[in-house]
């Protein structure tokens, strides 16, 4: 089968894999799966069995397609609430918790091209579907192939009528409880009044950083805020060589901060006043260092091996519990189910905090940077500075390798531990960790990681270092081991 249901949903070109054809047998197959006895599990007994949150991003046909997911899960007899428009994947996400719903299912392909599109599969307590749960789907969806079954599928208009398919606004709940984690009153009393530019990308975050700091005396100009399927030619993703109309604003004298979500705006990236990228390693850092020093709160730090080293070393001197995880959200979400971590997060801008749903959130985490630099009275790059001159220095690239073939992941793992380096540049090896892929950890806590894609020939290389010549010489390591491999 062409539809490879993986840990987080479905991703595939539009119209090549993704089709309207392709999508009704997944969600066949995710019907099946939330109406079998053992989708919920003990703790969440106490949500609806039947009810299905489905919502949609703002790429090419979404609206569409998130219709057809409806239709489907609607003739299989569960109670569907369909998003009345595009909204935040986080936004879905608290929803399924608040409406104490089964599952929801959100149509998008996150930070990925225009051609993409998708869907993520979202559990009981509001984060992405376990492991189990996607596996469910994936039998299911074989299952289902195997003995040439279509999906069920409900005309949309009677579905409506009778109350199957019922159209809702998960905004107001979100943003209750986005007042109650975060203190809208701090930001209010910045001294001086806050002027941001929010950088929606085009995505389904579109509105909500503007409409969620009304009254608050700051002004926000959002750009990048209208319907765009084709995201302005970009990637929809916080990353530095996206964000030149961010920079730009910034300039023209329009914002202190730049507040940038992705495509559906579960990460977050930043841009100081001086149109300096703030990545996600320091905006982690920053919030860590408030909720500690400022707001006195204590829990566990979880961070996935390709995030900032800066996280061990706060924690080591708050003396807070820190878990490295393998890389996706997912991990994260774990470990936020079993225990209180005080915040989570990884190096694409994934991050949530205590208290709110096991999921990355770019416009809460937005937020919160903007109540901590209220909180200090500093611009941002000052804090960064005084981040880095307490904990860095730390400077972070990541390069992604296409191979000439496709490479084993176990045996390059097994390769690069049993012929580790004793040293790379002028940097001695301390450890050698195989978690995900394989970290090179060096004496200084400068670290190297190497990673092969699971789906395609390019090797995932990520080094943090304290000085540009040894972040080039372990970049360099990582690329004399992809023209090896």
């Known amino acids: 089968m062409t539809i490879q249901f993986g840990t987080d949903g479905w991703r595939a070109v539009i119209s090549d894999t993704f089709t309207f054809n392709n999508l009704r047998l997944v969600s066949q197959a995710v019907a099946d799966a939330v109406n079998s006895s053992d989708w919920l599990g003990a703790p969440h007994q106490n949500h609806d069995a039947r009810k299905v949150l489905v919502g949609f991003d703002t790429r090419f046909l979404s609206d569409r397609y998130a219709v057809e997911v409806a239709r489907v899960l609607a003739a299989n007899g569960l109670q569907v609430l369909l998003t009345h428009t595009d909204v935040p994947t986080p936004v879905l996400s608290h929803a399924v918790l608040q409406q104490r719903a089964a599952a929801g299912v959100m149509v998008t392909a996150s930070h990925n091209a225009p051609r993409y599109n998708g869907i993520k599969l979202k559990a009981a307590y509001g984060g992405s579907a376990l492991p189990d749960q996607c596996r469910a789907v994936e039998v299911c969806l074989n299952d289902n192939e195997n003995r040439a079954r279509g999906p069920n599928l409900m005309d949309y208009d009677q579905a409506v009528a009778a109350g199957r398919i019922v159209r809702f606004n998960p905004m107001q709940p979100y943003a209750d409880a986005l007042r109650s984690l975060l203190d809208f009153d701090q ?14 990308m085009y995505g389904s975050g579109r509105g909500y950083i503007k409409a969620l700091l009304g009254g608050s005396g700051v002004e926000v100009l959002e750009i990048r805020g209208e319907m765009n399927p084709g995201f302005g030619g970009v990637h929809p993703e916080p990353i530095l060589k996206y964000l030149g109309p961010t920079a730009s604003a910034i300039a023209s004298g329009h914002g202190d901060v730049g507040l940038i979500t992705d495509g559906d ?13 703030v990545d996600p390693h320091k905006i982690m850092a920053l919030c860590l260092r408030y909720l500690v020093e400022r707001k006195h709160r204590s829990g566990a730090v979880v961070k996935t091996v390709s995030t900032t080293r ?12 820190l878990h490295e995880t393998p890389v996706g959200f997912n991990h994260i979400a774990d470990r936020m189910l079993s225990e209180q971590v005080l915040i989570g997060g990884e190096e694409s801008g994934g991050i949530s905090i205590h208290g709110h749903i096991p999921e990355g959130d770019g416009i809460m ?33 990541r390069a992604d390798l296409r191979l000439a073939r496709p490479v084993s992941r176990a045996a390059l793992t097994r390769e690069l531990c049993e012929q580790a380096p ?16 394989v970290k090179y950890l060096m004496e200084d806590d400068s670290w190297l990681l190497i990673r092969a894609s699971g789906t395609e020939p390019v090797l995932r290389v990520y080094a943090e270092a304290r000085t540009e010549q040894d972040l080039a010489a372990l970049l360099d390591y990582g690329k004399l081991v992809a023209q090896r491999a």
Do not use: T
């Not at 960064?384 to 690239?397: H, I, R, S, T």
């Not at 004793?422 to 892929?437: F, H, K, P």
């Open 187 to 200: 930001i209010a009393a910045h001294p001086g009044r806050l002027h941001v530019v929010a950088d929606a």
């Open 310 to 321: 800066m996280l061990n070393r706060q924690a080591l001197q708050y003396k807070l519990a």
């Open 265 to 277: 705006a579960d990460r977050i990236g930043a841009m100081d006043g001086r149109g300096q990228f």
């Open 422 to 437: 004793q040293q790379i540049g002028a940097l001695r090896m301390r450890e050698v960790q195989s978690l995900d892929g």
């Open 365 to 397: 985490m937005g937020l919160l940077l903007l109540e901590l630099m209220a909180a200090y009275g500093a611009p941002l790059h000052e804090l960064v500075e005084q981040l880095l001159a307490d904990f860095g220095p730390a400077l972070y690239e």
